[in-house]
């Protein structure tokens, strides 16, 4: 039967390629869309048709140029990439958006290359199009793994619907330094976290059909380590050991692949020496070969030519010749395939069986978008006016920005605030900024579109409110080209800030980090208040104790002086579009806070990297005062601010009846009692951790394996349950591989890293 089959294809290819040869077909790729074959022998057959530079040609990305609704440039660079165009040297572009752009540029590649393969477009959809979610560190606070797929899923109904059709996430890269402006870009600082907020995002991004026009291709980047850039510099070196790797940074990565995603981004950083983007062992070893992972890894920004700057590559044919024979698929931006890669082939230092094996791959994924059926598919003019800024889309951006919002700290029952005759004094730039809640990976969206924190609290009448801004958040300009100087020394306007204080019965003061101070390459080295908000919240403190912080921020600051001083503290990240509705729903109690930080708040910097799994060390911590020569600082304590996990709620919780029970072989059932005995209805994220106490390479003190979000009425009582399979349980040995160890073990349940319920039980 499969031989019947095989020799029906191959007559099929061969007649198609016969008759396309001699028809001069503008649209020669589109014919071979026959509905007979697989997408596997769709890419055969095309590939067989295709000339060494058509297939390079399809590992050449290209960033947008001109307006490409007008005339074509016809000098300089932007000519020459119009002209790889024409001739099929294209493979994708980047940050070409809008309908009428998009299928500009299609039409250039469909209707006027040789054989008219599509384009694929790709964009960097990181937390929304235009309508913006919160930032991704702000939507892992959630811990809603539904609420985070949603949000995913909406960024790709408005993307696609600008034309776009792959984006360049999720960044499912783990860190434990905050002072790593792309923390805010993440799901935080652990693992088994961020690997099922990784397959969230994917599901929520391709959907379970790919070539629907609502869907998009997803890209788990950056391949691999980027996180653990040295001192939190963006872009430095990675120099991290087998087991953290295997352990805390692949995990993520692997997840995305068995979640499907359909590509990767390696990385700009060196792993031990290699860079990523040169890197075989990860790229084709362990991705392609050991996962098996069938899509393709297109290169970060440039980071093929980089290799020259790292030391690696001593030009650009070098670096050319080595990424391509490391797997890295797609050129994006280096100049480098599309320049070298033929020649190399031909001097025999590139296999073509490896430019055929890339070709492949990305023709691939355009088979499963549907592009060879209609490249124009996401160009619909109508679609794209109504779905994008649509009020289904900003329903769901508000629910998950309110579920990512953390309550760090409440006494006194301060909060929730009375919604009727209370005198309210809003203290802060960012209270009514419109722009900085977009943070700072919003190419599409336009400057003031956020709903302010003044403007949500203004819909709560019943109150009166006034508003100072105290001091400016930025002097200069914020944009491109990045300004970041947060006001550092202009405090004239702090008087009319104590002025509105020293009426208020309660201050809502909105401080923290402008958007655009977190991200790609603002790397911080202080991470407190920037400017002089800590002089302003100090100097309104001194009239009016009342005090709810509500913190704007892209990566968690060292706030000691807050959470010893201030009685009510929010986390509110970034949150989108409708950060001031969701803020204000928090501050008035329409919605209970249940987030939970993904991400350890230091003390101090220098405590950074600090994160809850850490290791127990020959000389762990002790209580007894008299041992001096163990694990820690003598001028600060060894516990974070705020744990991993950390969040309040305005009702109480409470966890009792922790009981552990074997159920088969490495089968044990974790089971524990849930009660709300405040006066709220509120959710909670009931964190389950483990510790294997002896291994063969030592395990954390303890590791988060489950999760559960559960929802309870005041005075309501729930049993939770909780599996522990091998899955949770072993861990990967130096050597790479995943084994279960027999042993004992501890298992802990609570609202936090730093739980208080443990047991006790061993593996045979
Ligand atoms: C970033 C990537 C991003 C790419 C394209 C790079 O600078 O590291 O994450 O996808 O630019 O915008």
Redesign the pocket.
């Given at each position: 039967m499969n031989t019947i089959k095989s020799f029906l294809t191959t007559i099929l290819i061969v007649v198609t390629v016969v008759a396309c040869t001699k028809s001069q077909n503008k649209k020669l790729a589109l014919n071979t869309n026959s509905t007979a074959l697989t997408i596997d022998e769709k890419v055969d057959q095309l590939i067989s048709m295709m000339t060494l530079e058509e297939k390079i040609g399809q590992m050449n990305q290209y960033n947008g140029f001109w307006d490409v609704t007008g005339p074509a440039p016809s000098e300089g660079h932007e000519a020459k990439k119009y002209d790889h165009l024409r001739k099929g040297y294209v493979g994708s572009m980047?940050n070409v958006r809008g309908v009428n752009d998009v299928r500009a540029v299609q039409k250039i590649a469909v209707e006027e290359s040789r054989l008219g393969i599509p384009l694929i477009i790709g964009f960097?959809v990181i937390h929304g199009y235009k309508t913006l979610s919160p930032i991704p560190l702000a939507e892992a606070a959630s811990w809603d793994l539904e609420a985070i797929k949603k949000s995913s899923e909406v960024a790709a109904l408005e993307a696609s619907a600008a034309g776009i059709n792959w984006t360049?996430a999720p960044?499912v890269d783990i860190s434990r330094d905050a002072r790593w402006g792309r923390v805010m870009e993440g799901a935080g600082e652990d693992a088994f976290l961020g690997s099922k907020i990784a397959e969230a995002r994917i599901l929520g991004f391709q959907g379970n059909d790919l070539s629907k026009n609502n869907t998009i291709a997803a890209c788990a980047?950056?391949f691999a380590g980027y996180g653990f850039a040295e001192a939190g510099k963006d872009y430095n070196t990675v120099d991290v050991g087998t087991s953290t790797l295997n352990n805390i940074i692949f995990p993520p990565f692997k997840t995305s692949v068995e979640a499907g995603v359909k590509t990767f981004?390696n990385s700009?950083n060196e792993l031990n020496g290699v860079p990523a983007t040169g890197n075989s062992t990860l790229q084709r070893k362990i991705l392609k070969d050991k996962w098996n992972f069938d899509g393709f890894v297109v290169s970060?920004?440039g980071s093929i030519m980089e290799m020259i700057a790292h030391g690696h590559a001593k030009d650009l044919k070098q670096a050319a010749e080595i990424s391509a024979n490391a797997g890295s698929d797609m050129d994006?931006e280096s100049y480098a395939y599309v320049s070298e890669l033929a020649d190399l082939v031909r001097e025999g230092k590139v296999s073509e069986e490896f430019i055929n094996d890339a070709a492949r791959r990305i023709l691939k994924v355009k088979h499963e978008l549907g592009l060879f059926d209609d490249p124009y598919k996401y160009c619909n003019l109508e679609r794209e006016k109504e779905v994008i800024g649509s009020s289904e889309i900003n329903e769901v951006v508000l629910d998950v920005a309110k579920k990512s919002i953390v309550l760090l700290k409440n006494e006194n029952e301060l909060l929730p605030l009375k919604q009727k005759n209370q005198k309210i004094a809003l203290i802060g730039a960012l209270a009514s900024d419109k722009t900085s809640p977009l943070g700072s990976w919003r190419i599409a969206a336009d400057d003031n579109t956020a709903i302010s924190v003044l403007e949500g609290m203004q819909k709560y009448s019943g109150n009166k409110l006034t508003y100072a801004k105290g001091t400016d958040v930025a002097l200069g300009k914020i944009g491109f080209p990045f300004e970041l100087e947060i006001n550092t020394n202009d405090k004239t306007e702090f008087n009319e800030a104590i002025d509105i204080a020293q009426e208020a019965d309660v201050v809502v003061m909105v401080l923290g980090e402008h958007g655009f101070q977190s991200g790609?390459a603002r790397s911080r080295t202080k991470i407190g208040l920037p400017g002089v908000q800590q002089e302003l919240l100090e100097a309104v403190y001194e009239v009016n104790k009342n005090i709810v912080l509500v913190l704007n921020n892209g990566r968690p600051l060292t706030i000691t002086w807050a959470d010893r001083h201030i009685p009510s503290i929010i986390e509110a990240w970034q949150l989108g579009t409708q950060s001031g509705n969701a803020i204000a729903q928090i501050l008035y109690g329409d919605y209970n806070p249940s987030g939970k930080l993904p991400m350890t708040f230091p003390r101090s910097v220098g405590q950074i990297p600090i994160y809850y799994n850490y290791k127990n060390t020959g000389r762990p911590t002790t209580d007894n005062p008299n041992i001096v020569f163990w694990s820690h600082y003598i001028d600060e304590s060894n516990t974070p601010l705020y744990p991993f996990g950390h969040g309040l709620s305005y009702t109480n919780f409470s966890y009792s009846q922790l009981k552990v029970k074997a159920k088969g072989k490495n089968q044990i059932e974790v089971s524990v009692v849930l009660a709300n005995t405040g006066n709220y209805k509120g959710k909670e994220v009931a964190q389950l951790y483990i510790r294997d106490l002896f291994a063969s390479v030592t395990r954390p003190i303890k590791e988060l394996k489950g999760f559960k979000l559960v929802e309870l009425a005041p005075n309501e009582t729930k049993a939770i349950t909780f599996k522990l399979t091998e899955k949770e349980l072993g861990f990967y040995n130096n050597e790479g591989v995943f084994i279960v160890e027999p042993g004992n073990f501890k298992v802990f349940v609570g609202g936090s890293s730093d739980t208080v319920l443990e047991e006790d039980f061993s593996l045979k």
């Open positions: 980047l960097d360049f960044m980047k950056h981004m700009f970060d920004w994006m790609e």
